[in-house]
């Protein structure tokens, strides 16, 4: 009995600890493998699966298998926040990397041209892993595929890279893949916990999931404002390539899966044929699974909307891009629905999905190598057709901006001009060197639609993802169709705009608000000691208009001297790209400098809540943009921190997304901080919270809807139909209003995603946003939605004692890319006593 109990627990242990799992386990047995190639283990030092790979462990692997293997290249495309490499392997045969450069040039030339040589020409993968940090299966699986790659021997590998070239990106997210190896190899017992109640399976907060910032990078392929998107970017485009694949994992009771993604969610102007590709190349997937007998679904979830994913940002651009989702052991073995699921169980199932693309690649290769050479064809028949069409955008007032979208096109290979003059179409100004005019007659004018066009009907009620992303709107940048009538020279070398002083004074210094970097200037002055001040009124001052909210830096009576004030306002000055004038006089047209409407201002100093309770994407958003937009130092204040910290250190406390807000006794000191001058800025549900614990009283609007011949079967999409994932629309704004500094026109496109609808004020002054009677402008809400949204507000200001708190019903920083309404939250910050 003893002796059978024995057996059992060493059964047991040994199928737990999966100390036997070696390289046999993920590898097919039909080749064999070159024995001067290393292994992972024999670099890294343990089996792949027995622990976490480290992004460090990964990169050294990588490097070794370059060295040893001749069909391997390596190359460092620049660094993470963090200073990760973002390694990029090629992997082909010895012949195509002796022609590798010629291969690319005609691949690409490929899509430039009606005709060319398909029957030679080897297709083209691009192959990337967890980009999300905490789905490791994918980066694991790398160790595997580029060993199988560089290693395995026999008739059937040469014919692979003789016909394929493998753009092999062995982690997308080389941070947060470290951050989440750290987590799980820390909790990782000798004797492997299945309980999913282990530690090892609940991350703290923020977990690997996200990059530096805590950005989710799956959703930047179409804004690239990360340091990791913007290497994939430039491979993608430099490449072309026919297919890419973006392996991620899911919850944990689920199976795998590959895309197709659910039909009737697929973005119209992704052509049909893509979506049928991708299903053949579903069939080949759904046969290595079946042989090694692993569940799997497609079809059914997930989908191909928005072109800012990994698996969906390749669809518009000629290409191919495939989803996998496998169900995640998360650390090392967990219990789920389907029996144990193991870690080295996920990365076999990464791998076989590896090696059935590439499969899938080499036999349907000259389908859709056609199929991109169509795609092009049948897009520049488009761009033709187009005429001498164009956009025009632009800020007559921010430089800044308009280059940051710039920036973006560039990025993505289109093309724009300088406008040859300054002109104006339905009142708006566009000015040279604050605008461009994009032609639509070019190469990728697809992409170009898919950036611009505003769209409000749709096939379907639900979304993965937001519904609209519409960049000029984002920017709030003027934009309209033109023709290249106006268009100058095509811009081959973008600059920011030059900043500096016009000339030294002995009175005062004056610049307006609008400039997307203007509080970056601010907050230096301020943090120098330097006094400034914020015009509460337009005025005039050498026959020049100066709008709301423009700073003056008095000459006199300041630490430094006049020549060290100069100095040091031109040395900012050119750094934040911003022109500063020079006053003589304070006498004005209007009010004159002396005016008690221009206010004193505070340097900010800044608690951001971080932790428990607080959405780490939204914080993660604020963080990057002061941190390294503005250079603006915010203390991240931990939620468990909160109690003992001494809050009279700050004077701005930052509270993003929160369902849960904070416990009585913070709540308490929170309130006494705001009745003693605080101010907070409160975003989304925090609102709700706001509203229970009585620090603000706001009026929600109820929406209650029931269920009409609606049946169990359809009660999900009758839901889903009400949530807004993310739309844009319009509000009009009340200029004179110091949250509303620095903006020129008196409507404003906002983001929102959240379905917490604010009734306005009876006091119209008290309404500086509000949504306009129509204001979808693009992106989908349901009709219901839409209804509660007309004439509601998405901002609200309240005093508590000497303070007060600025609450948004939406997140006014949106995943990096949304310039336009970051200004909103710097108002809060720098004029928090005007409001
Ligand atoms: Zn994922």
Known sequence: MQRIALLLLLVTASLFSQSKTDLSYYLPQDVTYDSNIPTPKSIVGHEVGEWHITHDKLVQYMHALAKASDRITIEDRGKTFEDRPLLLLKITSLENHKNLDAIQAAHVQATETNTSDISERPIVVYQGFSIHGNEPSGSNAALVAAYYLAAAQGPKIDDLLKNTVILFDPSFNPDGLQRFAYWANTNRGMNLNADPNDREYSEVWPGGRTNHYWFDMNRDWLPVQLPESRARIETFHNWMPNILTD??????????????????????????????????????????????????????????????????????????????????????????????????????????????????????????????????????????????????????????????????????????????????????????????????????????????????????????????????????????????????????????????????????????????????????????????????????????????????????????????????????????????????????????????????????????????????????EIWHLLDTRYDIIATKLDTKRFSRADLSRYNTIIMVNSSSGLNENNTKKLKSWIQNGGTLVAYRNALRWLNSKELMKIDFKKNDLTAKNITYEQRGDFRGAQVIGGAIFETKIDRSHPINFGYKNDKLPMFRNTTLFIKPDKNSYNNPIQYTKNPLLSGYISEENLDSLSLSIPLKIGGIGRGNIVAFTDNTNFRAFWYGTNRLLMNAIFFRDEM
């Open 247 to 620: 392996h991620h994992e899911m919850g944990t009771n689920a199976s795998f899966f590959f895309q197709p993604g659910i039909p009737s969610r697929t973005h119209p102007l992704t052509p049909k044929m893509n979506q049928e590709l991708t299903k053949g190349i579903a069939e080949y997937h759904a046969k290595a699974f079946d042989k090694i007998g692993s569940l799997y679904y497609s079809e059914e979830s997930f989908d191909d909307f928005y072109y800012g994913k990994g698996s969906t940002f390749p669809d518009i651009n000629g290409s191919i891009g495939i989803l996998f989702e496998q169900a995640s052991s998360r650390g090392h073995i967990q219990e789920s629905d389907n029996g144990i699921l193991t870690f080295p169980f996920t990365i076999r199932n990464q791998f076989t999905a590896v090696l059935s693309t590439l499969e899938a690649a080499n036999g349907m290769r000259n389908t859709i190598l056609e199929y991109q050479q169509d795609f092009f064809k049948n897009a520049r028949n488009e761009a033709a057709k187009s005429g001498n069409k164009a956009i025009v955008f632009g800020d007559e007032k921010d430089a800044a901006k308009t280059y940051h979208l710039a920036e973006i096109l560039n990025r993505h290979r289109i093309k724009f001009h300088d406008i040859k003059r300054d002109f104006s179409v339905n009142g708006k100004n566009y000015k040279k060197g604050y605008s461009y005019i994009v032609p639509k007659n070019q190469k990728n004018t697809r992409l170009i639609n898919a950036m611009f066009e505003k769209r409000t009907t749709f096939q379907d009620s639900l979304f993965y993802d937001i519904s609209a992303w519409t960049f000029p709107l984002a920017f709030n940048l003027d934009y309209t169709e033109t023709t290249t009538a106006n268009a100058g020279d095509e811009v081959k070398d973008l600059k920011p705009q030059n900043g500096g002083v016009a000339s030294k004074s002995e009175y005062a210094y004056l610049f307006e608000w609008h400039e997307y970097y203007a509080p970056k200037l601010l907050n230096k002055i301020l943090k120098k000691g330097l006094r400034a001040k914020v015009s509460m009124k337009t005025f005039k001052a050498n026959g020049k208009s100066y709008d709301y909210g423009t700073i003056l830096i008095p000459a006199k009576n300041q630490k430094i001297s006049t020549s060290e004030i100069y100095t040091f306002l031109n040395d900012l000055a050119q750094d934040s790209h911003i022109k500063i004038d020079a006053v003589s006089t304070g006498l004005n047209d209007g009010i004159d400098l002396g005016s008690r409407n221009f206010r004193a201002l505070e340097l900010p100093k800044i608690a951001l809540l971080v932790g428990d309770g607080m959405t780490s994407y939204d914080a993660g």
